[in-house]
T-cell receptor, first 114, second 112 residues
Framework: ETGVTQSPTHLIKTRGQQVTLRCSSQ?????VSWYQQALGQGPQFIFQ???????GRGNFPPRFSGLQFPNYSSELNVNALELDDSALYLC?????????????FGPGTRLTVL | GDSVTQMEGPVTLSEEAFLTINCTYT??????LFWYVQYPGEGLQLLLK?????DKGSNKGFEATYRKETTSFHLEKGSVQVSDSAVYFC???????????FGKGTTLSVSS
């Protein structure tokens, strides 16, 4: 069984640019969540997608957007990058919505904004 | 709003020592509680969970009991190993919710 994978592993962007991060869910999982983990902090919830529709959103501005595809892979897009967007971005997939379902995390993408 | 507070680190222990990492939460309703572990360079892994009051989650020698009266979910292990060195996160999720709400994490360093 393939776990959650994310690409790229690292990337460097400059302020004002746009970035797309990708996530491949664990087989059979229809729900994906994205988190931002700043250095020395716990992950912060960005949003969740369930069967291709947004199913909840944290306190992040609209320049953070996402997509989930029919094969349940997912993208996180960030426009107009700011220095504070530098962080580890984690995606997590689960069998279904709801707190009873374990979320399986990928290794993350380290984004540096200069 | 809902939140999780866990003890500041780093926690430095010798092999075979007893471990406690404190975690308290603030939430309305009846959240589920989790401990996740993050090894260097890896994503988070679920260590254990408890979904209702007085439940005890356990895995790999780690234990935590959901105490509603004290709003706590402290992580314990009787004898730590060098391989337990990692960052530990306490988290909660509402019964019908979607997001995990994490504490800031506690770094554990175990020396031989």
């Amino acid at each position: 069984e393939t776990g959650v994978t994310q690409s790229p592993t690292h990337l460097i962007k400059t302020r004002g640019q746009q970035v797309t991060l990708r996530c491949s869910s664990q087989s059979g999982h229809n729900t994906v969540s994205w988190y931002q983990q700043a250095l020395g902090q716990g992950p912060q919830f960005i949003f969740q997608y369930y069967r291709e529709e947004e199913n909840g959103r944290g306190n992040f501005p609209p320049r953070f957007s996402g997509l989930q595809f029919p094969n349940y892979s997912s993208e996180l897009n960030v426009n107009a990058l700011e220095l504070d967007d530098s962080a580890l971005y984690l995606c997590a997939s689960s069998l279904d919505r709801g707190s009873f379902n374990e979320q399986f995390f990928g290794p993350g993408t380290r984004l540096t904004v200069l | 709003g809902d939140s999780v507070t866990q003890m500041e680190g780093p926690v430095t222990l010798s092999e075979e020592a007893f471990l406690t990492i404190n975690c308290t939460y603030t939430a309305t309703g009846y959240p589920s509680l989790f401990w996740y572990v993050q090894y260097p360079g890896e994503g988070l892994q679920l260590l254990l969970k408890a979904t209702k009051a007085d439940d005890k989650g356990s895995n790999k020698g780690f234990e935590a009991t959901y105490r509603k009266e004290t709003t706590s979910f402290h992580l314990e292990k009787g004898s730590v190993q060098v391989s337990d060195s990692a960052v530990y996160f306490c988290a909660l999720s509402k019964q019908a919710g979607t997001a995990l709400i994490f504490g800031k994490g506690t770094t554990l360093s175990v020396s031989s």
